[in-house]
């Protein structure tokens, strides 16, 4: 996040539920571009995919896709990010999105369906996911659990209501952010492993969410190419989680993956 948005967190907060939602606690961590490559140089990270949040107006859509923007521009090598969207703005986030590619983003994201009221098989969606596609641009959808503890940005967006999204858009690079909330295990169908074919799971805050087994399991339902690498940083920092993969045993191949080579591909 830009400096002006931390040290005006609370007029944001006011603004936005997607950032009230997320950043209302004095605890919720805030970093800048400089922060990040910062953090990247320790824990010994070349690149970074940094996403956006869900804001629902379109106005602070531009203002941090443009923060976004100019910190790819200063760290070409360090820095890959993803915009965020409002589509129920329409022909606005349309352009926006067109913007953010003449810029060189790499993707969409995150977007909220639930706090943007997002409908995911609407008319608005399939435009942005058409635009995505001619591009070749991956979008990544936040994903909640249906069960277990409650934590701030918890919210809704369930498999259930993922999954439609999938098979409408099949063809469609997709991210399901947060392991995908326990849609990989639903592999285990034949059908939903078909659907699964350009989909993708991302292991952001898994210390906060499941055991360490779930490196294991989710490579045996859905292979270990559709693992990506995520921390949630600044909630996590990146070391922690790039020691406990190495301290899995997984094949190295798996591990490679896992830690970089499956979102090199991905944004190829």
């Known amino acids: 996040m830009s400096h002006q948005i931390r040290e005006q967190r609370a007029e944001y907060i006011a603004r936005d539920p997607c950032f009230a939602m997320l950043y209302s606690s004095p605890r919720a961590k805030l970093a800048t571009a400089e922060e990040l490559v910062a953090s990247m140089d320790k824990a010994g990270i070349d690149t970074s995919v940094v996403l956006n949040i869900g804001w629902t107006d379109h106005a602070l859509c531009v203002q941090t896709n443009d923060y976004l923007l100019e ?73 909640d659990e249906p069960v277990g503890h409650r934590y701030p940005g918890k919210g809704s967006n369930t498999p259930e209501k993922i999954y439609p999204f999938i098979t409408s858009f099949p063809e469609v690079k997709l991210v399901c952010a947060h392991w995908g ?58 070391g922690k989680l790039i020691k406990d993969i190495r301290s899995r045993n997984l094949p190295p191949e798996a591990e490679r993956g896992i830690l970089g080579e499956n979102a090199a591909s991905l944004l190829a």
Do not use: W
């Open 181 to 238: 909330s326990g849609l990989p295990f639903y592999a285990l169908m034949p059908e939903v492993a078909t659907a699964f074919k350009n989909v993708y799971f991302d292991t952001a805050a898994s210390n906060f969410l499941y055991r360490p087994a779930i490196f294991q399991n989710v490579i045996d339902l859905v292979g270990a190419s559709k693992i990506l690498f995520g921390s949630d940083y600044p909630l996590v920092g990146q």
């Open 71 to 143: 910190a790819m521009s200063r760290y070409p090598k360090r820095i890959a990010g993803f915009c965020t969207l409002q589509p129920r703005s329409g022909d606005l986030a349309l352009k926006e999105f067109e913007r953010c590619i003449r810029g060189g983003i790499k993707g969409i994201g995150e977007l909220r369906p639930d706090v943007q009221s997002i409908d995911l098989t609407g008319e608005n969606m399939a435009s942005i996911v058409r635009l995505a596609g001619e591009h070749h641009l991956p979008i990544l959808l936040h994903t």
